[in-house]
């Protein structure tokens, strides 16, 4: 039988996540939860689901469920999965996982007390082109990379559809960096330490909208992580990371279209790693929707064979951790070294 899964904020980007929740394998969502009626009754049309609530307590008591997917504002998170916790229901929690580390290292514990699973839903991992870039670097063909840029310079106005972030005083590194922050690990590893700068150049905004981070990871690899939302381009390439990889033996390049390029002694091989086009999805967001169904497909597949998910809750702190020595190193312009 399908698991049973209630999704709790029916705000923007959660209606990727109903989406998804229609083309995963093995759950459905049977309950949705919002404190604005209006938002509740169109998911609740749209996606054909009866049983919807205003409180997540409520949604919890009434409903029989095998999962919560968090799709909130991280503020309300921490209250959120602990109270999922202490009704023994396993959660998959939007990024960011928290306003601080401190909450989400709360949340971690709660949940390893309850013997529960838990899933931060980093979705930049299970992009398509990132598991094509992963692939190639198992491959082994370029040896242990000891350099790569991860990039993600854009335009585009997020403020449109998501105008609260003009609000918050930590912005690009919290909102976006996060993801990219957590590509360096997927791809190089663990680090070691971090020196990160920042700057706000639109008008009427809090906090930083462009950041540059240099990594040290254990091993010796470095990598520069840089995030803009003020770059002007043409193209614009949105919503796209570009990736460079040097290697002893070789490099791989993830260029605009998806183009990744590996160079190796055995000659140079391009192929076009771009993702699918759902049936749901429209461009240029269709590479952020499949990677939505990837990781809820992936959440769900973990739930059904009791395996840990990737990034679980306490996986995804040693990214939360890079974010907090970002910040630091931007306001003391000191190299911030990270615990072991």
Request: hydrophobic content about 40%; some cysteine; overall charge negative.
């Amino acid at each position: 039988m399908a698991l049973r899964g209630g999704l709790i904020g029916c705000g923007f980007f959660a209606q990727n996540h109903l989406h998804a929740w229609g083309d995963v394998d093995g759950a459905d969502i049977v309950a949705v939860c919002d404190r604005d009626d209006s938002r509740l009754k169109e998911a609740g049309d749209r996606f054909g689901i009866s049983e919807r609530f205003n409180d997540a307590e409520a949604m919890l008591a009434q409903t029989d469920l095998d999962f919560v997917d968090i799709a909130t504002t991280m503020e309300t998170h921490r209250a959120l999965a602990e109270l999922c916790a202490r009704l023994g229901v396993p959660v998959i929690c939007q990024k960011p996982f928290a306003p601080t580390i401190d909450e989400a290292r709360a949340i971690v514990s709660t949940f390893a007390e309850a013997r529960l699973p838990l899933m931060v839903h980093e979705n930049f991992r299970w992009q398509t082109p990132m598991l094509a870039v992963r692939a190639a670097l198992d491959s082994g063909r370029i040896g242990d990379p000891f350099f790569a840029r991860i990039s993600w310079r854009t335009g585009f106005d997020v403020f449109a559809n998501q105008p609260y972030l003009a609000e918050v005083e930590r912005l690009i590194i919290l909102d976006l960096g996060i993801h990219l922050l957590d590509v360096s690990r997927f791809l190089l590893g663990e680090v070691e330490s971090l020196v990160a700068q920042v700057s706000r150049t639109r008008q009427g905004i809090r906090g930083e909208d462009s950041a540059t981070m240099l990594l040290k990871h254990v091993g010796g690899a470095t990598s520069v992580v840089d995030c803009s939302y003020a770059a002007r381009r043409d193209p614009d390439y949105f919503p796209e990371t570009l990736i460079e990889i040097d290697g002893p033996t070789g490099s791989i390049r993830l260029d605009p279209a998806f183009k990744l390029t590996v160079h190796w002694p055995g000659g140079t091989e391009t192929t076009e790693v771009g993702p699918r086009l759902l049936d749901w999805a429209s461009p240029p967001w269709h590479m952020v929707q499949e990677s939505v169904f990837n990781t809820q497909q992936h959440w769900a597949d973990c739930l059904r064979n009791s395996e840990a998910p990737s990034p679980s809750g306490a996986d995804n702190l040693r990214t939360m951790a890079l974010v907090e020595a970002a910040y630091d190193s931007a306001r003391t312009g000191d190299v911030v070294r990270l615990a072991d």
